[in-house]
């Protein structure tokens, strides 16, 4: 990360001197009503110079487990650094999250839209304000996601490959997996890798819900990177993860052979074999049972926890080649 760390940031027009503690409201529209629709923007910075770091979520109005990280970030006082500054916008799309959907009312992906444009959608304006406005002025971003619908994603960093400085941060985040995966265009990690700024993005659980292990996992996590670049309060303690993150270069998802009522009987995170049994599908009037058996040696990284199934939908993603 570069070391020209300023005295003043600029964050959506703002000057930002060392020492100060501000909210900014990021303007994203109006409603019909004429209401005006507004996303807190926290900055606390220290007095003495170091990185500055944005925490991030809710691209997706619908995924509210990254919001609950970013929330406990600012509740537990642990986005006060000891040093450098720590921004925090814990919902991106607040229209999503206000009509729990996961895009914007002009129907797009914000995360699909980047690096925007001035002139645009609604979504493409708030990207540009986003990567105009915020993003210059920030030396690294991590992004909270989740699993969508009723797919179960196990904690887990995404970077892109063959780059050790994002190596050695995910293996610092310290969640279960990380997994190479290639930038999206138009996503918001793409717009951000083109400025050269690093990023990690961080999956964990499902659409619509909160879990605690996945968010003490995404806390613990962000707690890491920050004690990292010597920011994490005094009054904060860290510790290392209790295994190393795999990092994993392939996966593979197992589907359905057939339709009807579907249970796991495997959990997160566990290891399976070819022909072991992982699942079981069965009919309402108790005359058909399937098993779903691994076609894979590997890790369950997501999980489907819909109770009914259809043939071909993903049941199980498993990884399917480990970094040595």
């Not at 969640?175 to 690093?198: D, H």
Request: charged share 25%; hydrophobic share 40%.
């Amino acid at each position: 990360m570069a070391k020209n760390y300023k005295r003043v940031i600029s964050i959506l027009g703002h000057e930002i001197p060392l020492g100060a503690s501000k909210e900014i409201n990021f303007n994203i529209a109006k409603l019909h009503t004429a209401t005006i629709i507004e996303v807190p923007v926290i900055i606390e910075r220290s007095k003495k110079l170091g990185p500055t770091i944005l925490f991030t979520a809710g691209i997706h109005g619908d995924e509210i487990n990254g919001v609950d990280i970013v929330r406990q970030l600012i509740a537990k006082k642990i986005n006060r650094p000891k040093r450098g500054t720590i921004i925090c916008m814990p919902i991106l799309n607040v229209f999503g999250f206000l009509n729990s959907s996961r895009s914007f009312p002009d129907g797009r992906d914000l995360n699909r839209v980047f690096p925007g444009s001035a002139n645009g959608s609604l979504a493409s304006r708030v990207a540009h304000r986003l990567m105009t406005e915020i993003i210059p002025d920030v030396d690294l971003i991590v992004d909270f996601h989740t699993g969508g619908a009723s797919r179960f994603n196990a904690a887990q960093i995404r970077i892109i490959k063959d780059d050790p400085q994002l190596d050695e941060l995910a293996s610092i985040f310290g969640a279960p997996f990380t997994l190479y995966s290639n930038n999206i265009g138009k996503s918001f990690r793409n717009a951000c890798q083109q400025l050269g700024k690093p990023i990690l993005l961080f999956e964990g659980g499902k659409s619509f819900f909160v879990d605690d292990t996945i968010s003490k996992i995404g806390l613990k996590g962000a707690k890491r990177i920050l004690n990292h670049f010597d920011m994490l309060n005094v009054n904060k303690k860290t510790s290392p993860p209790k295994t190393p993150t795999v990092f994993v270069e392939d996966s593979k998802w197992v589907r359905a052979k057939h339709s009807g009522m579907f249970k796991a009987r495997v959990t997160m995170n566990s290891k399976v074999r070819i022909d072991d049994v992982i699942g079981q599908i069965t009919d309402p009037y108790g005359k058909v049972h399937y098993n779903v058996k691994s076609s894979i040696d590997g890790y369950i990284i997501n999980l489907n926890e819909a109770s009914l199934v259809y043939q071909g939908d993903a049941l199980f993603h498993i990884t399917t080649k480990l970094k040595s």
